[in-house]
């Protein structure tokens, strides 16, 4: 929703359409729901100490999360900060504590709609998979494995870029490793790795495991060995994939989505409430109110809240989209159900008139 209908807003209900200016209670009521509403979207990320929660933080903030035109802010603290947020991203490293079960089965932690949670260092496990799996079935929600460092020291680098620690990524001694002797005994600790008998330097290979840890280099060593062709995007790309950063990416961005449509739908019932309290910014507030920004703002909470995409396309797709939340609502028995059908029934009834 963008912030110019807002400010519309705030502007119009300085007067009610009789031409009487609103009080100061009914102004202050609409400016302190609107603070609420443009407020930033925070997003914490915790775990117990020296899980890997720097790696996951310097990850989140090298994109750009999308929050509806919001600033997004992400901060990392020790576990025991209780300061608000929006999105929470719980980080773990190896097996699951009782400190993590507990965090996560009581408030903060426990609201899983607005919690990611990270098996990090995932490059240290023998099956990170399996870890992610049985960390699953015991906290009872998704955990998703990230090798944690050496993602990050992709996200930050890029193609030319500089790493998290301020050290180069150079594909050209990647490859010169890669065509090496060096074989897979080398590269089970650093110290074999810088002991290798190469002609890339010590302090050269120690650059590349400053970047993306030891199990990035050999990674990126086995791509490039079994796909000779391949271009230092591609197995940058391939490296990436190995390290599970772009779930983590896609787990945390849907949550950052729901927290802004979340904050619309607050707005939307603070402003309800105020109408009803202060007749006049009433006209003010049900014009923005009836806006195809609001009713795509409460279409994007409803869809949200019943886990279903919205659907575009061809005219008739939409009318048949139409049709069939509007049934769905008279058939509800739920009464959040049946709002938020109605809601994508006017979202597409809407989207029929633009």
């Known amino acids: ?33 609107l603070q609420d509403r443009l407020r930033p979207v925070i997003v914490r990320v915790t775990g117990r100490t020296g899980v890997g929660k720097s790696a996951i933080l310097a990850i989140l903030e090298s994109v750009r999360l999308d929050a509806d035109g919001l600033d997004v802010r992400v901060h990392e603290d020790s576990g025991t ?19 993590d079960t507990a965090f996560l089965s009581s408030p903060p932690g426990g609201a ?33 494995p990230v090798m944690g460092a050496t993602a990050a020291g992709l996200r930050c680098t890029g193609l030319g870029g500089m790493g998290r620690s301020g050290v180069s990524l150079v594909m050209a001694d990647v490859r010169a490793v890669a065509a090496s002797a060096v074989g897979p005994a080398d590269l089970l600790t650093v110290d074999r790795f810088l002991a290798a008998d190469i002609t890339v330097s010590t302090r050269r290979r120690e650059a590349l495991i400053e970047c993306i840890e ?6 990126l060593i086995d791509v490039l060995r079994q796909r000779t062709a391949a271009s230092d995007g591609d197995a ?34 603070s402003l309800q409430q105020i109408c009803a309290r202060h007749r006049q910014v009433r006209g003010a507030v049900e014009s923005y109110l009836a806006s195809d920004e609001a009713v795509a703002a409460e279409m994007r909470c409803a869809a949200l809240y ?25 058939a509800a028995g739920d009464s959040g159900v049946r709002r938020s059908a109605l809601a994508l029934c006017r979202g597409y009834v809407r989207m029929l008139r633009r």
């Not at 807003?9 to 009610?16: C, H, N, Q, V, Y």
């Open 236 to 269: 940058l790309r391939e490296l990436a994939d190995a390290t599970g950063v772009d779930a983590v990416l896609a787990a945390v961005s849907t949550a950052v989505s729901a927290a802004a449509a979340s904050r619309d739908a607050d707005l939307h019932r």
């Open 112 to 144: 899983s709609n607005k919690t990611v949670v990270v098996l990090t260092k995932a490059d240290t496990l023998d099956d990170p998979a399996a870890a992610a799996a049985a960390a699953s079935h015991q906290l009872e929600r998704t955990v998703l």
């Open 306 to 330: 019943l886990g279903v995409p919205i659907e575009t396309g061809s005219e008739q797709v939409v009318v048949e989209q139409a049709a069939l939340w509007k049934q769905r609502a008279a």
């Open 1 to 33: 929703m963008s912030v110019a209908s807002l400010d519309r807003l705030r502007d119009r209900t300085a007067a009610s359409s009789t031409g009487v200016p609103a009080d100061d209670g009914a102004r202050e009521a609409v400016d302190t729901a």
């Open 81 to 99: 900060d209780r300061t608000d947020f929006d999105v929470l991203v719980y980080v773990i490293a190896g097996a699951v504590s009782p400190v």
């Open 214 to 219: 030891l199990r990035g280099v050999a990674l």
